[in-house]
């Protein structure tokens, strides 16, 4: 069989079949040749093949871009996880637990979106029309301009999307969806990987926005392959307590913002309300002093979090005891007490420990070492702390205690809150005091011995 030929312009990149003196696509003289083709190696079936494509058009780092565009959703705490707003033309994905409010978050962010000028399609794979209307009358959205459609065919949801041209879609949940050429059921890996592809494709090349709702599973995932969270652009978890009235919007990946920042809101008769000081709800049923309760002065994302821990020490009737944690990583929580053990001569051989975030928090920064600990001795030893205090601070294994990020952030939302004095590592040098009084401590053996008055034994 004869070898094809290909020839290419070098002045424009034009392909040809055939050799001719002058380029059709550019009109210059003498500038077709002979192309050789893509340099591939592998089986012919397998491979790319020679057939070359069009020339990438090559940008430096220099070049200014200028912003996205962004569109406000006008809920403070919506707006801040998305990194200042909707972005045009991107993919969220929205994950949570069942029953913890993310139809009925995206429901009223359908609504906010529509009443400032986006056109808004909310497609529901998993209710009715009816369903969702009755809903909307209940958290008294049912005036809000947003178009409704509940269907998991993705070939009949994609055309209506191009026949429409909305700006914002809503697809409640990817693991309904379906794509008739793929052999699988809805809710397997292969559907939900193509359905995602599919939808984030089209929302860039139609520049139009797309937020999916992802079931998780037991271990609190997003369900299906992992590759669905590598491509969308953001990807938030919609966390809670039922036993809690509030729920936090966490970011986890952001594109066009800052990761882990937070939202905090409030579940209530009428739907989600905001809360724009989730320190003061952390707080709000705080008593008197106790042992083993410590206030810890975070930073979640970009904003300064006020929470309380709480751990309880009891003699266990077991020879094996308990180690049980909520709201914090089991495996740090060994490491705090094998240190207190190892330098501080603090024991915790036959007790059961307990400790808790109250509020239903997850903390995941080191920072929370120094509270922690001080909980775990606090209420070892039946000594209350200051209640006017707050404690911070990250433990290395050797004792030491090293300083953490954004110091005067933490101090400055303890002395807004009330808060009078802060236990923490030594501070670096320009970090102003907030007005708070602050006592520094160089190591947790120190920290031991000045604030419960010497090592226990």
């Not at 937020?211 to 392959?225: F, L, N, Q, S, Y």
């Not at 042992?291 to 929470?307: D, K, M, Q």
């Not at 995941?364 to 209640?387: F, G, H, N, Y």
Request: glycine share 10%.
């Amino acid at each position: 069989m004869a070898k094809d030929l290909a020839f290419t312009c070098s002045a424009c990149g034009a392909a040809t079949s055939k050799w001719s003196g002058k380029c059709e696509a550019c009109g210059a003289w003498n500038t077709i040749h002979e192309d050789t083709g893509l340099s591939v190696a592998g089986p012919k079936k397998t491979s790319i093949g020679g057939r070359r494509g069009k020339t990438l058009a090559l940008t430096d780092l220099a070049t200014q871009e200028a912003a996205p565009p962004r569109t406000l959703a006008g809920v403070e705490e919506l707006d801040r996880v998305l990194g200042g707003g909707l972005v045009k033309a991107s993919a969220l994905l929205v994950g949570g637990d069942p029953g913890i409010g993310k139809s009925t978050l995206l429901l009223q962010a359908a609504a906010r979106f529509a009443r400032n000028g986006l056109k808004v399609i909310y497609v529901s794979g998993e209710e009715s029309n009816a369903q969702v209307q009755m809903r909307a009358r209940r958290l008294g959205l049912d005036k809000s301009p947003v178009m409704l459609a509940s269907d998991t065919n993705l070939r009949d949801i994609l055309t209506t999307l191009e026949a429409e041209k909305p700006d914002l879609t809503i697809i409640d949940s990817i693991q309904t969806m379906w794509a008739d050429h793929v052999d699988s059921a809805p809710g397997s890996v292969s559907q939900v990987r193509t359905c995602a592809h599919e939808l984030t494709t089209f929302a860039k090349t139609h520049d139009m926005s797309v937020i999916m709702v992802g079931h998780v599973t037991k271990e609190g995932a997003i369900a299906g392959p992992r590759v669905v969270e590598h491509m969308v652009d953001t990807v938030l978890y919609f966390e809670g307590e039922r036993g809690h009235q509030f729920r936090i919007l966490r970011s986890v990946k952001n594109r066009f913002g800052p990761a882990d920042e937070i939202g905090v809101f409030e579940m209530t008769g009428r739907g989600l309300a905001e809360v724009r000081n989730p320190s003061a709800l952390f707080l709000s049923e705080r008593g008197e002093p106790a042992p083993g309760s410590v206030v810890f002065a975070g930073i979640e994302g970009t904003r300064p979090v006020l929470c309380e821990i709480q751990a309880l020490v009891a003699p266990s009737p077991h020879s094996q005891p308990r180690r049980s944690v909520v709201g914090w990583d089991g495996g740090r929580l060994a490491m705090i007490m094998a240190v207190l053990e190892s330098r501080c001569g603090v024991p915790f051989t036959g007790l059961d420990v307990y400790l808790n975030v109250a509020g239903g928090l997850r903390i995941s920064e080191p920072a929370a070492d120094l509270a922690v600990a001080a909980a775990l001795v606090s209420a070892r030893e039946d000594a209350a702390l200051p209640k006017e205090a707050v404690i911070f601070g990250e433990i290395s294994l050797s004792g030491a205690l090293r300083p953490v990020i954004q110091t005067e952030n933490r101090l400055k939302e303890a002395q807004k809150l009330g808060f009078t004095s802060a236990i923490m590592p030594r501070a670096p040098k320009g970090t102003g005091a907030s007005g708070l009084e602050l006592r520094e401590m160089q190591d947790l053996a120190g920290f031991v011995e000045q604030v419960f008055g010497a090592r226990a034994n």
